[in-house]
């Protein structure tokens, strides 16, 4: 067990949106600008958990709600050894985010929507999913065939055509309203 | 995802051996020398990952194997992430270990035997957990009525009557002469 007279320095920024809102993107932004003030963060990535932690579960809405419990436990130790982490994944039911929100002390939590509408992420489709989805070849596809249930009051929305910079600014400033400050590693 | 050009620092301990063994106790003082040095370490214990990530999971073979592929996963973020992170878990099967090890860049897995017998632990029996499996109230416990398959080539053995003081020390001297050093929070 780790030492409890140690105070936790770490945060959590959650990033939620339909696939291909701009999540990921304007993760790495945040993450890019949070390293270069030597902040010791760490950007989890639902595409990479479900290459590894995850890679026995699916997107049935059972799946989903099981992928989102252990990113936010893995959140959760990360968050207990210090880190601020960024968590970038569609989690697309109010409940499995408020599950998450509970896990953290109060303030330490902070919830940005993308909130890019269907129609602008599914004509942009970088990864050819939507298309995929309409035609029938994927199944259970948020936004298309599963559904998506937008947060009532994220701490930051992202509305659609913010920059990426703006975005994280926004988020700073919210990071920064709340006295939050993550560890810093030494150069 | 994070900055691949961010070289990680990070390395595990992984302490593995019979429940009642030791592995927590020289866990925490490994901890507590590497905080004094002001490296940022984590002590991922198995029985905290039990109550959370690993809640959904019993103590059958394929349990136990599923529960420690998670806590290898998690391990290999939280080093991604730059941390130092100590496993304490009884880790009883040597392919799961090895799986485990095959996830981290070579070197910077140290295996540690607590090698307490099982006589030893059983008549330690601090949390009444052998009695209990001898008189069948709980099922599939290591050592018991579960095996435990011990490490043919660990990095340190800890013998039986070591003082969790000299096995830190021993564990801390792989460190140096495989020149891991920690990441380091500005105090």
Redesign the interface.
């Known amino acids: 067990?780790?030492?409890p007279s140690?105070p936790s320095a770490g945060y959590v920024v959650w990033f939620t949106g339909l696939s291909g809102a701009g999540k990921?993107t304007i993760a790495?932004v945040l993450?890019?600008r949070l390293?270069a003030r030597d902040v010791?963060v760490?950007?989890?990535?639902g595409d990479?958990?479900r290459r590894?932690?995850n890679r026995?579960l699916g997107y049935t809405d059972d799946d989903r709600v099981?992928s989102i419990r252990?990113i936010s436990?893995?959140t959760?130790?990360?968050v207990?050894?210090?880190?601020v982490v960024i968590v970038a994944a569609i989690s697309p039911f109010r409940e499995g985010r408020q599950n998450a929100r509970d896990l953290f002390a109060p303030g330490t939590f902070i919830e940005v929507h993308v909130d890019t509408p269907l129609e602008v992420a599914e004509a942009r489709d970088t990864k050819g999913l939507y298309r995929a989805a309409r035609e029938g070849r994927l199944l259970n596809f948020t936004g298309i065939d599963s559904p998506y249930e937008a947060p009532l009051a994220p701490e930051v929305r992202v509305a659609s055509g913010t920059t990426p910079d703006a975005a994280a600014e926004a988020i700073l400033e919210v990071v920064a309203s709340r006295g939050l400050r993550g560890?810093?590693?030494?150069p």
Do not use: F, I, Q
Request: zero cysteines; glycine letters at 6%.
């Open positions: 067990m780790t030492d140690v990921s790495a993450e890019a390293r010791l760490y950007n989890l990535d990479d958990v590894g932690l026995d099981e252990r436990e893995v959760r130790l990360m207990n050894a210090g880190l560890p810093t590693v030494r």
